[in-house]
């Protein structure tokens, strides 16, 4: 079984890949099912039970990951489920209300439960912190960034929530931009020099520079950086850097950054503010599914 035209089409849309996605799930399906079967679904349920599954918000926050639960839903029914939602993702939610709705065979929706809550939830956790982050600096012209810092295998997934959530994505990995960080500084003998070295190598590849001094700031503006990453500095350092560079070059100020400072961080000039706690530490939305039996009230 494939994911259907629709859903496919959707996750493209929404800049996923349907073939990661579709293998993603059904490694995922495949660790509750081994070999087997469903054993308590089947012992329970009549094989031509009908039912419908509410997807029903436990707490606020922010949605993400519904085409996703689609994919489950669609490999685990033969894509013989009907689907309504009632919101999209990037809404916020409110403790109560149903997200969507799945009408299936009761013992395909109780088989991929679990599968469809663990990348709902997890990923709806992560939007909704990333919305709090960005609710924090709104009307500072700054932006939230998220990092590498993401679960091994599921960069995409959460990056994607990070966009539900209203942040922005950085580099996807190590091939579509550098970033010349301390190691690398001191591998090359200094700020310009591995600037100079990633640039000489790779022209096309856009270049950012770690840079944890305001001396550092300054080395690798001489040097014709246009991205900067400044680490782990005070309000005083960041406010200086920004003076420094006078709009020459994009600011991201990243290092220990708490929800609690960021409009202060974020009032200094700085472009952007980078969270790797967006992806690396998002406690999960609370999402439940409560099961009604057709023709049920």
């Not at 099912?33 to 039970?49: Q, R, Y």
């Not at 009632?86 to 065979?105: E, K, P």
Request: aromatic residues 4%; glycine residues 10%.
């Amino acid at each position: 079984m494939t994911l259907s035209a629709a859903t496919a089409a959707e996750l493209s849309a929404a800049g996923l890949d349907p073939a990661e996605v579709e293998a993603l799930v059904q490694r995922a399906l495949a660790e509750d099912l081994g070999t087997g079967v469903d054993v308590t679904s089947v012992a329970t349920v009549p094989f031509d039970a009908e039912g419908v599954a509410d997807f029903v918000a436990r707490a606020d926050g922010v949605v993400a990951g519904l085409p996703i639960v689609c994919a489950v839903l669609e490999l685990v029914t033969d894509d013989s489920v009907v689907i309504e939602r009632r919101v999209a993702d990037g809404a916020r939610v409110s403790r109560g209300d149903v997200v969507m709705s799945a009408t299936a065979l009761v013992r395909a929706l109780l088989t991929g439960e679990r599968t469809a809550l663990n990348v709902l939830c997890h990923l709806s956790g992560i939007a909704t912190v990333t919305r709090r982050w960005v609710d924090e600096v709104a009307g500072t012209g700054a932006r939230i960034l998220d990092t590498r810092k993401t679960t091994p295998g599921l960069r995409s997934l959460e990056k994607y929530a990070v966009r539900c959530g209203g942040g922005t994505n950085k580099r996807m990995g190590l091939y579509d931009a550098a970033l010349v960080k301390d190691n690398h500084v001191v591998a090359a003998g200094g700020v310009a020099e591995a600037f100079a070295a990633v640039r000489s190598l790779f022209p096309d590849v856009d270049v950012q520079v770690e840079c944890d001094t305001v001396a550092q700031v300054r080395d690798a503006l001489d040097a014709g950086a246009t991205f900067l990453l400044l680490d782990n500095m005070s309000i005083d350092e960041l406010t200086e850097a920004v003076r420094i560079n006078g709009g020459r070059a994009e600011l991201e100020a990243t290092g220990g950054l708490t929800l609690d400072r960021a409009r202060a961080v974020a009032s200094t000039g700085v472009d952007y503010l980078s969270v790797g706690a967006l992806t690396h530490s998002a406690p999960v939305l609370d999402i439940g599914v409560d099961l009604r039996t057709i023709g049920s009230s």
